[in-house]
Structures are given as structure tokens and as C-alpha cells.
T-cell receptor, first 111, second 116 residues
């Protein structure tokens, strides 16, 4: 969706390196969901953010929603091959029970 | 654990055929969704349903219809399949979130449909 832009579209990192994926909205975000998808499979929920400035972590993945609630970042520390996949952000933009999704970021981790 | 299952992982159909994609969830979720996923376009919502027999058009409903006769089951129907409907189809379900907003969506494994 053009309402929700993800960057970069793809990246390749060396194992052990840190990386950041961004999700930017043209509107206020009332909730932001991060998902991970292995190629050819369904989406796995990672975490959800609702409050401006909120930050959550799961293992080596940290996500933050900025104070203005229009951008979220997903940061992976010391990347591993198991982190490879497609990362998608989904946003509650007050369209009822629908989420708007970004186009996704393809992550490859080189050993 | 929430489980969302889809009837087929891979499907090959001919142009003009009627295609049924089935989705079943086992967590008594009110909301169910059908998306298609294409490279560079992300997930696009086709239809969703917030109750039995209720349906709402998503962003790209043309060429599709849906059916929800039971709470746990949501079917996507391609009335006359065309090559531009070749895609990955993902089903999801959710409860209502806080204050009536969207809750966390749980996804099925996807059906990769090829129309020749």
C-alpha cells in the first residue's frame, strides 16, 4: 500500500551484522504490527506497538514506534541465517477491523 | 495455539475454471480475511468477514466472491479464473482489537495458485 512505505525493499547483510527496516506512514498509526514470512509460507506475528515511543524486543529483534506514531523501525542485532525472510509491517489506520500492509522487505543473511 | 489452515498449498487451474479456496480457523475468531500477495505489491485485501454470512469488499474484490456459512470457515471463489489471478493467496483470522479496532491477525500457510 502507498499509505505504508517500507524501506529498504531488500537487503543482504553479512551474518553477525546489525540491520534496520523502516515502516513509514502518511497518517497516524493507531497500532503497528510486525510480521515475518518465510518464502512461500504464511506470516508469523512478531510484535505489536500501540503507544508513541513504545519499544518491544523479542530475542534479537527490537521494534519501536516513534513519538509521532507515523514511523516504526525494526532492528535486528547480530543477524543470523535464521533471520532471513520477508518482514512486513501492518498498520491500524482506523479503517475498522482492517490492517494496511507494507510491500515487505526481503532480508538475506550471508554466512 | 491458533491454527489457520488452507485447503491446498499449491493449485494449478485452467483459464475459465471456477476455483474454490477454503480456509478454516479453530479459535472462534469473529473476523476472517482473504489476501493476495504479489512481488513488490505486498498483501492486498480481497474480502473480509466480521461475522457469519457477513462480508465486506476489500481493496481488490473484482473477479472474486466469498462465502461464510460457518464461523470457522471462509471460502474464496474465483468465478472464472484468469491468468492475472495467478498469485499467493493468504487467509487470516482475528478477534476484534481494543476499542473495536483490528486485533492481531493469524495467517494460514498460503495457497500458491497458478492459472494457465
Amino acid at each position: 500500500s502507498q499509505e505504508l512505505e517500507q524501506s529498504p525493499q531488500s537487503l543482504i547483510v553479512q551474518e553477525g551484522k546489525n540491520l534496520t527496516i523502516n515502516c513509514t506512514s502518511s497518517k497516524t498509526l493507531y497500532g503497528l504490527y510486525w510480521y515475518k514470512q518465510k518464502y512461500g509460507e504464511g506470516l508469523i506475528f512478531l510484535m505489536m506497538l500501540q503507544k508513541g515511543g513504545e519499544e518491544k524486543s523479542h530475542e534479537k529483534i527490537t521494534a519501536k514506534l516513534d513519538e509521532k506514531k507515523q514511523q516504526s523501525s525494526l532492528h535486528i542485532t547480530a543477524s543470523q541465517p535464521s533471520h532471513a525472510g520477508i518482514y512486513l509491517c501492518g498498520a491500524d489506520m482506523e479503517y475498522g477491523n482492517k490492517l494496511v500492509f507494507g510491500a515487505g522487505t526481503i532480508l538475506r543473511v550471508k554466512s | 495455539d491458533v491454527k489457520v489452515t488452507q485447503s491446498s498449498r499449491y493449485l494449478v487451474k485452467r483459464t475459465g475454471e471456477k476455483v474454490f479456496l477454503e480456509c478454516v480457523q479453530d479459535m472462534d475468531h469473529e473476523n476472517m480475511f482473504w489476501y493476495r500477495q504479489d512481488p513488490g505489491l505486498g498483501l492486498r485485501l480481497i474480502y473480509f468477514s466480521y461475522d457469519v454470512k457477513m462480508k465486506e469488499k476489500g481493496d481488490i474484490p473484482e473477479g472474486y466472491s466469498v462465502s461464510r456459512e460457518k464461523k470457522e470457515r471462509f471460502s474464496l471463489i474465483l468465478e472464472s479464473a484468469s491468468t492475472n489471478q495467478t498469485s499467493m493467496y493468504l487467509c487470516a483470522s482475528s478477534l476484534w482489537g481494543l476499542a473495536g479496532g483490528p486485533g492481531e491477525q493469524y495467517f494460514g500457510p498460503g495457497t500458491r495458485l497458478t492459472v494457465t
